[in-house]
């Protein structure tokens, strides 16, 4: 088992669910980095669920399987919430350090991906900074099956080239007909949104109609069932090959400068 007292620095397989009462306390400057959707409120950390999401996962303890129907599981998620024992102050302070530092790569950033998987009833919503060379994934789960991570934000990096099979880790997580959308914004101002509908599992691309400012869906188009994984290698691509470039700059015409005032000379005639 991975020792989560030490959190990784680099891109890894397991998934931190930090409580969001740890993130609410970090500095101003570093919680202004945060995907604005998904920064915690404070009526979001209610009095129950922080703690006895803690005390059922301790810090350093991966949280256990469920039985079937009861809950669901991704990948291996190691549970940090605060624990009440007097031993784990050490460990606190490790992982707000570590917390700390997540946050403050944020600041590398230089494309956002967010994703959004819903059935209604359950959703997976991952927000994705693209820094250089890695991701940095914040992930919320809400909805049937997911009550054990109430409370909990989770966190990881992520090699760029890990986000399609992350994200369709997640949409296996969703057990019923779900939508996906996806939408995206880089540095350079490329930005826009991409849809896919699951039906008794199988994907298919809504056509988006546009009639003056409506926006209708129309005719959807079948998909193979790699539809995700093709979708983000895609969106991957785009932005990768905009870094860099700038937005075009109009350039402005020179200001207005004032007329001179001429200074007329009058010739007098003597008489």
């Not at 994705?128 to 914040?138: F, G, I, K, Q, R």
């Not at 994984?229 to 090959?241: K, N, Q």
Request: glycine share 8%; aromatic share 4%; with cysteine.
């Amino acid at each position: 088992m991975t020792d989560t007292t030490k959190p990784a620095a680099e891109p890894g397989s397991s998934w931190f669910a930090v409580d969001i009462a740890r993130i609410m306390r970090l500095p101003a400057r570093l919680r202004a980095r945060w995907p604005h959707d998904l920064t915690p409120r404070p009526d979001a950390a209610g009095p129950g669920s922080v703690g006895d999401a803690a005390e059922a996962a301790s810090a350093g303890e991966a949280a256990p399987d469920e039985d079937p129907g009861t809950g669901k599981t991704i990948t291996e998620t190691l549970m940090l919430g605060e624990s009440s024992g007097r031993g784990s102050r050490r460990g606190i302070d490790v992982l707000t350090a570590w917390l700390t530092g997540f946050a403050a790569e944020l600041n590398l950033t230089r494309s956002r991906i967010t994703i959004v998987i819903s059935s209604g009833d359950e959703t997976a919503h991952l927000e994705v900074s693209l820094c250089e060379d890695l991701c940095l994934a914040v992930l919320v789960l809400r909805g049937e099956g997911f009550d054990e991570f109430a409370g909990f934000e989770l966190l990881r990096r992520l090699r760029p080239q890990d986000l399609a099979q992350v994200t369709e880790e997640l949409c296996s997580l969703i057990e019923k007909d779900c939508v996906l959308t996806l939408t995206y914004l880089s540095e350079a101002k490329v930005a826009g949104m991409e849809l896919l509908h699951r039906v008794d599992g199988a994907w298919a691309r809504p056509r988006l109609e546009r009639e003056g400012e409506t926006i209708t869906v129309g005719v959807e188009q079948s998909l193979e069932g790699n539809a995700v994984r093709i979708l983000l290698a895609t969106i991957l691509t785009r932005l990768r090959t905009t870094e860099g470039r700038q937005p075009p700059v109009t350039k402005q015409p020179p200001p207005l400068q004032p007329p001179t005032p001429r200074r007329s000379s009058s010739i007098g005639r003597r008489s």
